[in-house]
Antibody, heavy 119, light 108 residues
Framework: QVRLVQSGAEVKKPGASVKISCKTSGYNFLVYAIHWLRQAPGQRLEWIGWINVDTGDTEYSPKLQGRITATRDTSATTAFLELKRLQSADAAIYYC????????????WGQGTQVTVSA | EIVMTQYRATVSVSLGERATLSCRASQNIGTDLAWYYQRPGQAPRILMYGASTRVTGIPDRFGGSGSGTEFTLTISRLQSEDVGIYFCQHYNNWPPWTFGQGTKVEIK
């Protein structure tokens, strides 16, 4: 059974950083890319980046370039997302998701991590 | 960037009746479209891809159609467990993968 289990909710001050983990199980971690999405209150789901967990190659939304870093620990089959210099607009639920091998849709989702940004 | 638009924010349907949800792409995406379903407080889950192919375990009361820029998700006989928010997502020319803003299905 494929599972993606994310770390718990975070409350951060503006300007701080947050790092979210996504522990995977039930499949060959190295085969599937992990993507990160976020959903701000009242907003649509937004794709923010992805990591090729085999090579470590990453690609990010231009909107967040320079503040976002996706990494992975292959021995722990875990992916991580770090977002720096948090702003109020970064408050959202962050999801790690698995992309199908054909690079099409997201077939497995983490439960989401709520990030609150408040002074 | 391809913009996905779901014009109806809410669809209200009686139990056992048909619900029809629409999604429009800002450019031709062929059938590179997926639908997701999100229950309150839960993560979205994949329902359908290729505009009309149900994933394993999705009941056949869910049907998808369309190609190009116009797509439809139909729930033929609405059941109480179908209440939630439905999103469309394209995967035609990425990144980015983009989503519609969602349509909430509720019981009339």
């Amino acid at each position: 059974q494929v599972r993606l289990v994310q770390s718990g909710a975070e409350v951060k001050k503006p300007g701080a950083s947050v790092k979210i983990s996504c522990k995977t199980s039930g499949y060959n971690f190295l085969v599937y890319a992990i993507h990160w999405l976020r959903q701000a209150p009242g907003q649509r789901l937004e794709w923010i980046g992805w990591i090729n967990v085999d090579t470590g190659d990453t690609e990010y939304s231009p909107k967040l370039q320079g503040r976002i870093t996706a990494t992975r620990d292959t021995s722990a089959t875990t992916a991580f997302l770090e977002l720096k210099r948090l702003q109020s607009a970064d408050a959202a639920i962050y999801y790690c998701v698995r992309l199908t091998l054909a690079g099409k849709f997201f077939d497995s989702w983490g439960q989401g991590t709520q990030v609150t940004v408040s002074a | 960037e391809i913009v996905m638009t779901q014009y109806r924010a809410t669809v209200s349907v009686s139990l056992g009746e048909r619900a029809t949800l629409s999604c429009r792409a800002s450019q031709n995406i062929g059938t590179d479209l997926a639908w997701y379903y999100q229950r309150p407080g839960q993560a979205p889950r994949i329902l359908m891809y290729g505009a009309s192919t149900r994933v394993t375990g999705i009941p056949d009361r869910f049907g998808g159609s369309g190609s190009g820029t116009e797509f439809t998700l139909t729930i033929s006989r609405l059941q109480s467990e179908d209440v939630g928010i439905y999103f469309c997502q394209h995967y035609n020319n990425w990144p980015p993968w983009t989503f519609g803003q969602g349509t909430k299905v509720e019981i009339k």
